[in-house]
């Protein structure tokens, strides 16, 4: 605790020193897990430079991308406390409020039109306003991305050629449930530190979607992508609602709008990159493997379905129904 707290103040200080010379009104720091080459900094960029624009200078975003300010996880608490302001998250919320959950729950949906149907439905609703009102968190909108896939330096085409793989996995409960129950050893680790986990060999599998696999460069330390696209996912750009409510409202309506302007923007990137990107990867030497979908399903489900709460078993069901 002491420690947190140590780092939480050493960050304010340090964060406030760096920004001494103040030629805007509000200055907001976002801190992202994707490196700079990942379409999600690009579309942090393209906000920043609109919001800028729009406010006549008076609003200023600062993207650190890599997560060279916080961890995922840290990002969360740093905006709770009002150190930081924005973040991209998802299922990591899972350790806040339950329905999280769904924003990555392994096969559940099948493809992005299921993916729409969820976000603007009721369950959509209610993880937007569960988010706002129990983790402090606004969506500005929600961030495309492909299916996850797992990369392994063995090909893996049915969950029996899974026993024993070491797999990181985000800190998610999910991941970790679904994961266990196809006979791996998962094990949750921020994504800074992936790419040093899997060249030492501490973890020999990790699963994300092509882009992600691209803009952190796992062709280096991973020879194939097993196709298992085993969730279908997309991420909210989030800002602390006490920071958003404390803005006046012209400028307000300035980063609401420029947030859904940024989403459009990301849509367009996310689709121009994903063949490409899977071109990309086959010619870094990266073999793609066919797999086994239903077996991986069908193995895992039960586990996933009986690890929600019966509450969540019902927005489950709901959204099988949609
Ligand atoms: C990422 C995350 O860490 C990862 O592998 O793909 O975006 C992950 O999906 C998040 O933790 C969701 O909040």
Not at 1 to 29: E, G
Request: aromatic share 10%.
């Amino acid at each position: 605790i002491f420690s947190r707290y140590f780092f939480v103040l050493l960050l304010t200080v340090l964060l406030t020193r760096c920004s001494n010379k103040q030629a805007y009104d509000y200055l907001f720091r976002a801190s992202l897990l994707v490196n700079e080459h990942h379409t999600w900094s690009k579309a942090f960029k393209y906000f920043a430079e609109i919001l800028h624009e729009r406010s006549d200078g008076r609003m200023k975003l600062e993207v650190y991308h890599s997560e060279q300010l916080a961890k995922e996880i840290e990002a969360i608490r740093l905006i709770q406390v009002g150190v930081i302001d924005m973040t991209i998250t998802g299922s990591m919320l899972n350790n806040w409020i339950e329905i999280a959950a769904f924003c990555e729950l392994p096969f559940l949906l099948r493809d992005s039109v299921d993916m729409r149907n969820l976000i603007h439905g009721p369950v959509g609703q209610r993880l937007e306003a569960e988010m706002i009102s129990k983790t402090g968190l606004r969506p500005l909108g929600y961030f495309q991305r492909g299916p996850r896939h797992l990369t392994s330096n063995r090909p893996i085409r049915h969950p029996d050629d899974l026993k024993g793989l070491i797999i990181r996995v985000p800190n998610v409960p999910s991941f970790v449930t679904a994961w266990s129950a196809l006979g791996a050893k998962p094990t949750p680790m921020a994504f800074s530190e992936v790419f040093t986990s899997l060249q030492q060999g501490t973890v020999e599998a990790q699963e994300n979607p092509f882009a992600m696999i691209k803009s952190a460069g796992f062709s280096e330390v991973q020879k194939y992508i097993n196709l298992t696209g085993h969730v279908v996912s997309w991420g909210y750009p989030v800002v602390g609602e006490k920071q958003l409510q404390a803005l006046p409202d012209d400028l307000k309506e300035i980063f609401l709008e420029a947030g859904r302007d940024m989403q459009i923007y990301e849509h367009q990137l996310f689709l121009e990159g994903e063949k490409k990107v899977q071109q990309e990867l086959k010619q870094q030497g990266m073999e793609f493997i066919e797999v086994d979908k239903d077996a991986f399903s069908q193995k895992c489900e039960e586990a996933i379905y009986n690890s929600l709460s019966p509450e969540m078993q019902k927005v489950y069901h709901q959204v099988l129904e949609l």
